[in-house]
């Protein structure tokens, strides 16, 4: 029986996302239930949290399973992926969604634009950091501080926004603390002056505005 290039990837990217979950559920157990969270509790988080019927912006695609997830559920998902096999990857995993445009380039280079694209209601998942294991590294870790100028330079454009920070353990919460992170302060301070109200839930920074 002839095998196809389409039936090849299928079988590449199952085995590539199989691999992901068990190492995530492995990691999880041995760490006694704590942070980082397993994907599927922070699938709940988003959705339990953001505003229904609403566009999503994602910041770092990966392998397109938040994607995936929220094309799903929400009626247009636009994500931005720096890494090209990423995006490569994404972009034929993905391919049958009308609703979900992906977008090659940095955070730096995109977001902005993106955010532009939308108007009233938009939920944001900034999920666009260096997490090893052929992620894209840019010139900082995360891109976290120019993604939250932006968002607060454009608030006024919305009626309502809502934020979501992943791993935010990884924010600098003491001065000896190892991380090329901000300090978790700076998320706080940057809720209070842009008038987001927040809270963290399963290692996640939620920030909504509400005009």
């Known amino acids: 029986m002839k095998i196809t290039m389409t039936s090849r ?10 691999i992901h979950r068990v190492k995530e559920w492995f990691f999880f157990i041995q760490r006694n239930f704590d942070a980082p969270y397993p994907t599927f509790i922070k699938r709940k988080t988003l959705t339990s949290h953001s505003e229904p019927n609403s566009a999503w912006i994602e910041t770092g695609t990966y392998m ?4 995936l997830f929220l094309a799903k559920r929400f009626p247009k998902i636009i994500t931005i992926e720096p890494s090209k096999f990423y995006f490569d990857f994404s972009q034929s995993r993905l391919k049958r969604f ?10 730096e280079e995109n977001f902005e634009q993106a955010l532009l694209g939308e108007k009233n209601v938009v939920n944001i998942w900034l999920d666009g950091h260096f997490s090893e294991g052929g992620t894209f590294l840019g010139q900082s870790v995360s ?4 993604e939250l100028d932006v968002i607060g330079a454009h608030k006024n454009k919305f009626n ?15 001065e000896l603390q190892q991380t090329e992170y901000p300090p978790f302060v700076f998320l706080l301070d940057w809720a ?5 109200c927040w809270e963290i839930q399963n290692d996640i920074f939620i920030a909504k505005y509400r005009s």
């Open 9 to 18: 990837f299928k079988r590449y990217s199952a085995l590539l996302i199989g």
């Open 64 to 67: 397109g399973s938040m994607s």
């Open 98 to 107: 009308e609703n979900v445009e992906i977008i090659f380039g940095s955070s």
């Open 143 to 146: 891109p976290i501080i120019h």
């Open 160 to 174: 309502t926004i809502c934020v979501f920070v992943d791993d935010v353990r990884l924010f600098q919460r003491y």
């Open 192 to 196: 209070s002056q842009n008038g987001f």
